[in-house]
């Protein structure tokens, strides 16, 4: 391919946890008033990209020709483009979740293969052989679940929480993971008896004005908001008691690595992972939920959250450090009169999050659009104003 450069369209993911309106405004489009979660800008078999004006998806296209696409390196270390870049929108949690090691997601998948269970079933847990690790940076005030609580925090909060002060001694002499095993393999009828009184008195809370999104108890309203269950309280609940509440604000990043239990709670993000769909679920979702799976691969140990805000590149970039080889992500902050130039090593997808920029004097690039930059493709942007592009890449 003669060009190196090319706008994509990439694929909008509705579901239900997903907004009306983000998306949709960021696309100039309209979908009927399906909620609009997620729109993926790689080349995933199952929602690849397209090079915008052409019937060829991304993966078509790589497929082709990899070498001169993703190029020689990243091709011979990972046979694929090996990360996979989204945009979020949050409006309602996602599920419990943790994502496993590439050695263990092997063995999961070849497992499933051997007992026969097709790719498509909504009982698979395991859709590839690839880890699933992930950044995100906050478009708008972002807020998720990561890690567990530190020791003394969550003896405190078991201690003056009512219906969790019977938790207390166990986790004081046996630690996280006889906790957290003892809830998720809880019966559902123990289970409703600790959660309807603390659901009900957290709405009354609520309603009062006591709580903000920094306590746990204002994203039990949330979730219970329009009607309260006659039983069977999900159990996901007492997640976001245990597990760090972490608020992240526009331009602010996150890593989630294999073991480390999460789940995104409300807001707007960019997210880079690498190119899997490898999940396993534990709750606050209709999805499959393999609670023996998810203790097999969870890391059991207090979580200090990291909210990092980027280090300095050069003049105009500044990087987010992620510790995988799969994928690495930058933001670029190009002022009016200046030029962003240089040349891709290996394939780089961008997204343009505020302004605009012109391309090689040629293609033209507003918020919302993407792009594509095949390896050794050579290029200089400017902007007439201002412009903000996150670049996401292999680092070589």
Known sequence: MGNKIYKIKGVVQHYAWGGNQFIPDLLSASFDNKPCAEYWMGAHPSAAAKLDGQSKSLLDIIQEDPEGTVGKRVWEQ???LPYLFKILDVKDMLSIQVHPTKKEAEKGFDAEEAAGIPISA??????????????????SEFWLLHGFRSKSSLEYLLEQTPEFQVFSTLFRKEGYKALYQLIMEMDANDANHVLQSLVKRELIRFHAGELTRSDPGWWVAKLYADQLPDGNYDKG???????????????????????IPHAYLEGQNVELMANSDNVLRGGLTPKHI?????????????????????????????????PVPDFALNKVVIQANEEWSGTAESMQIWWVGEGGCTVNKQMQLKAGDACVVFADGEFAVETGKSCTIFKAYVPL
């Open 290 to 322: 393999d609670v023996p799976e998810l203790l097999k691969h969870t890391a059991f140990e207090p979580v200090e959250p990291q909210v990092m805000k980027g280090n300095a590149v050069n003049h105009f970039e500044w990087n987010y450090p992620c």
């Open 122 to 139: 909504p009982h698979r847990n395991y859709k590839d052989r690839n880890h699933k690790p992930e950044v995100m940076v906050a478009l």
């Open 78 to 80: 990972f046979g694929e």
């Open 237 to 259: 609940i007492f997640s976001i008691y245990f597990f760090n509440i972490v608020k992240a604000m526009p331009g602010e990043a996150v890593f989630q690595g294999a073991g």
